[in-house]
């Protein structure tokens, strides 16, 4: 019985396939999918590297530190960072005082409700509060960052990329020297957007938030120039993303060792066990 | 249930001698896995990961059971409840990425563990019971990952629970009724969440269920061995403690050793970035697929673009899908050769390692965006798939001229068997 | 393990047998501390989490609690009892014979110093962690006229000592601290 139906159920599923080879096959020749702007001139991420790249990479307290001072003052103007907690920044080096002035301090304030006269009010955050939401009411829908470099393709490089990455429209070529608007010309970006190759769709509603250089004044002194603080916020929203980097390659390689060894001893010991049996 | 010459278990403490007569339990075990089990003494390392899966599952429904004390089935903080995990919980980011990449170990262990059956033909008499439970458990496996990918909420897992109930919806006439049954909605939400967990924590139990069966199927003929030839005598065997115990803790080792350096230092490798997004159901990802394991169907349930006949391409997609795995429960039945080891079958052998580059090809189609030249690659492959299993095997089975095979294992390990000469009259079957 | 892999290695003679003796048994050792290991993390992960820690100071309005009330107000989820003392309640509290209670304090120990009428504990019976009644408007207050536990009888005095009933010790004052005249920080 098998014998019988299996090859017939084989060809059956065979020749379904054929017939969607078949078709697909000329339907790629009669109409050939027309290449996608997307697809042209987006690119990937730049390569640029950071202090927590590699199994022996961890972060770089100062660069920490000021990449949370560039969400701050720039990106929290929009952005929420919602599953970071105040407290979390003890993490980058803050003590209790300064944390606590910090929450204190942050212009959005955390909502209250009291239940039993139902009146809504706020008061400020507090070290064990989360960064409160942040409510966007213009055009676009600002990302929560607290995942963003888990959340795309590339990380803290695509993060960077992005931020450094905004271009004019008007003239711009990709790598093979094709200029994007004579080769799609209803491709152009409409009102209100913002043309940056390596945003997926090539638009989007942000405009450059890290704009001159200088635009945020570093306390230990570093040059607040662009591409300084396109690296220094791409490592503290990496840092949000992954808060326990550090510790986990820290707690990686003694594992490691201890299972190297374990495994050479457990080799040792078949070897033995197995000496009068070959 | 096992050869005349197995070690007994004899009991030396007096209390494990009270014991043996109230509760065999060591008894039991010892002629499981210990002294008392003789196995084929030729095993080589592709033998290693049966019981590899086994410690895989084990690892599954620790560090499982530990994260569900922590993780909140519910659609409104499911995906926060995981954050919370991996940054409040005491080593929590730890026990999930341990859990996520186990996952993937388990499959790479279990699909490792598939195809040593493929090639040493396992699944025949008289073995075909284990190849089924084998089969069944791997049909589980499925079902548990793929619930488990639904509970962090994230986009993936959402699209992913939406994409797998709508293959069911593509079955004529209680289709739609059965996506919304299985969903307990019109998409997915709270309550297909909440269903989700309680069957992700259940099915592993199901499993080693299903697994104590294939073991206890497998002690019925004993382990098969990399010649095919069955064990004769008490010398081609060793008791499987001490022997494949050692074997199988350094086989442990490397596993581990794999296994941590994806934990620690690459813990997201085989992930998907869209799922550190929340769930959305007004914008689905413009890429998404399953996770690597699931690549090789997701393919096969691709690969049909166009309607065959009366049939929609969609119900084509899904009984493809289906019947890829289904087809596995036959095979004892469609490849009839009488010798089993691949070593000594040449031309199967060909076909076999086809279908081993087949299958990597389908799970790199399964991987990348649903454009060509990926589909039409996919279709090919999947052709070849059926085609292999469905046509050529039979065919193959019943025109090969296997190579001679070996008197018996003793003979294949130490080059002679004294028994050999003796029985030379006798002509030597598998 | 050991034993049994001593006997397969038990044909090699002299020397031999030991150092592969050691072998097997170094390898048995490693595995079981590596298992041990592992249970660190297993049972770890069951203690307070970093944000449940984080929650461990609360502040309390207390202007508004007259003289001889109480409310209820809640530290690391749990109860605590803010009681406005009245000079009579201060005054039956002194009374008593310290030497003679079970848990022996004076209510200047379980006040703060010129705060005396402010009387802060936890409003966990000391018995078995039930919610004593006396704190809400119109509760019973016991024989004692401080709280009174209904699970058991345990019965507290108006320095919330324990005065009779099964439980061993006074109702626990908090570590707390007024951040004014009307705000009391507890934790």
């Not at chain 1, 299972?259 to 197995?274: D, G, H, M």
């Not at chain 2, 307990?184 to 909440?194: I, K, S, T, V």
């Not at chain 2, 795995?325 to 004892?332: A, K």
């Not at chain 2, 087949?358 to 790199?364: I, N």
Request: proline residues 7%; contains cysteine; glycine residues 8%.
């Amino acid at each position: 019985m098998v014998r019988l139906f299996g090859p017939l159920v084989g060809l059956f599923f065979a020749v379904a396939l054929f017939w969607s080879f078949g078709n697909g096959a000329y339907n790629a020749i009669t109409q050939p999918t027309p290449a996608t702007v997307e697809a042209e001139f987006h690119k990937h991420p730049k390569e640029i590297s950071f202090s927590f790249d590699g199994p022996f990479g961890t972060f770089d307290r100062a660069q920490l530190q000021r990449g949370f001072k560039i969400y701050q003052e720039v990106c929290s103007n929009c952005h929420s960072l919602k599953q970071v907690a105040f407290r979390d920044l003890a993490a980058l080096g803050y003590k209790e005082p300064e944390i606590k002035a910090i929450a204190k301090n942050w212009g959005n304030k955390a909502q209250t409700f009291d239940p039993k006269t139902g009146d809504r009010g706020e008061r400020p955050n507090l070290p064990a509060d989360h960064f409160p939401p942040v409510y966007y009411a213009g055009q676009g829908a600002p990302p929560d960052l607290s995942l963003i470099t888990k959340a795309r393709h590339g990380g803290g490089q695509y993060v960077y990329s992005l931020l450094t990455g905004y271009a004019e429209q008007a003239g711009y070529k990709n790598e093979k020297g094709e200029e994007l608007l004579k080769k799609f010309p209803d491709a152009k970006t409409p009102d209100g957007l913002y043309f940056n190759p390596y945003f997926a769709n090539l638009n989007l509603a942000m405009p450059a938030p890290l704009a001159s250089d200088g635009q945020v004044t570093y306390s230990d002194g570093t040059t607040a120039t662009v591409d300084q603080m396109a690296r220094d916020v791409s490592a503290f929203l990496t840092w949000t993303a992954e808060p326990k980097l550090d510790k986990r390659k820290q707690t990686g390689w003694p594992v490691l060792g201890f299972l190297i060894f374990a495994t050479v001893l457990a080799y040792l010991a078949k070897r033995n066990i197995w000496a009068d049996k070959h | 249930m096992s050869f005349p010459w197995a070690n007994e278990y004899k009991p030396v403490h007096p209390f494990m001698r009270y014991l043996d007569e109230r509760l065999p339990l060591p008894r039991f075990v010892y002629n499981a896995v210990g002294g008392g089990y003789p196995v084929p003494r030729n095993l080589n390392y592709m033998w290693n990961f049966g019981v590899l899966a086994g410690v895989a599952l084990v690892l599954q429904i620790v560090t499982g059971v530990v994260l569900a004390m922590h993780y909140a089935a519910n659609a409104g903080v499911a995906f926060d409840s995981v954050e919370h995990i991996m940054r409040d919980v005491n080593w929590g980011w730890m026990l999930r990425y341990a859990h996520a990449n186990g996952a993937s170990m388990f499959f790479i262990v279990v699909y490792t563990h598939i195809f040593r059956g493929f090639f040493y033909s396992s699944y025949k008499a008289p073995r075909e019971m284990i190849w089924l439970l084998g089969v069944v458990i791997f049909l589980l496996m499925m079902a548990t990952a793929f619930m488990g990918y639904v509970l962090p909420w994230g986009q993936m897992s959402f699209w992913g629970a939406k994409v797998i109930t709508g293959l069911f919806s593509a079955i004529p006439l209680i289709g739609t009724p059965l996506q919304q049954w299985l969903l307990g909605g019109f998409a997915p939400d709270n309550a297909a969440l909440n269903r989700f967990f309680s069957l992700h924590f259940l099915l592993p139990f199901v499993i080693l269920g299903v697994i104590v069966l294939h073991v206890w199927a497998l002690h019925i003929p004993g382990s098969s061995n990399p010649t095919g030839v069955e064990v004769k005598q008490e010398s081609d065997t060793v008791p499987f403690h001490p022997y494949y115990t050692a074997k199988d803790g350094f086989g442990l080792g490397l596993f581990l050793i794999l296994y941590t350096i994806l934990v620690f230092f690459a813990p997201n490798l085989l992930g998907h970035p869209d799922n550190y997004i929340p769930a959305n159901p007004m914008s689905t990802p413009a890429h998404i697929v399953p996770e690597w394991y699931f690549w090789p169907f997701y393919a096969i349930l691709r690969a049909f673009t166009s309607d065959f006949f009366f049939i929609p391409a969609k119900l084509m997609g899904v009984l493809a899908m289906f019947s890829a795995i289904l087809v596995w429960f036959f095979l004892p039945w469609l490849d009839t050769g009488p010798v089993r080891s691949g070593h000594y079958r040449p031309l199967f052998r060909k076909f076999f390692y086809l279908l081993v580059i087949d299958v990597l090809v389908l799970g790199y189609c399964g991987g990348a965006p649903a454009a060509e030249p990926y589909v039409m690659i996919s279709q090919i492959a999947s052709m070849y798939y059926f085609l292999h299993f469905l046509v050529i095997l039979p065919i193959v089975s019943s025109i090969e001229t296997p190579q001679p095979l070996p008197f018996s294992i003793t003979e294949a390990v130490l080059g002679k068997d004294e028994h050999a000469v003796l029985s030379a009259t006798s002509p030597a079957v598998a | 393990m050991a034993e049994q892999a001593s006997i397969a290695s038990a044909t090699v003679t002299g020397e031999g047998v030991r150092r592969r003796d050691f072998i097997n048994i170094a390898a048995v050792s490693v595995a079981g501390v590596g298992g041990l290991a592992v249970l660190y993390p297993l049972i770890s992960q069951m203690a307070p989490s970093a944000d449940v820690l984080a929650e461990s100071s609360t502040e309390i309005d207390i202007s508004a609690i007259a003289t001889g009330m109480a409310i209820k107000a809640m530290w690391r989820k749990q109860p605590v009892f803010v009681r406005n003392l009245t000079p009579e309640e201060i005054k039956s509290a002194e009374k008593v014979d310290v030497t003679s209670l079970r848990d022996p304090q004076t209510i200047e120990e379980r006040t703060k110093a010129g705060k005396t009428n402010w009387l802060i504990t936890m409003g966990v019976c000391t018995h078995l962690g039930c919610v004593p009644l006396g704190a809400g408007e119109g509760e019973v207050k016991g024989e004692f006229g401080g709280y009174f536990c209904p699970c058991h009888g345990s019965v507290y005095d108006t320095a919330a000592r324990i005065r009779k009933g099964p439980a061993p010790k006074n109702l626990e004052v908090p570590p707390y601290e007024f951040s004014s005249d009307t705000v009391v920080k507890i934790g």
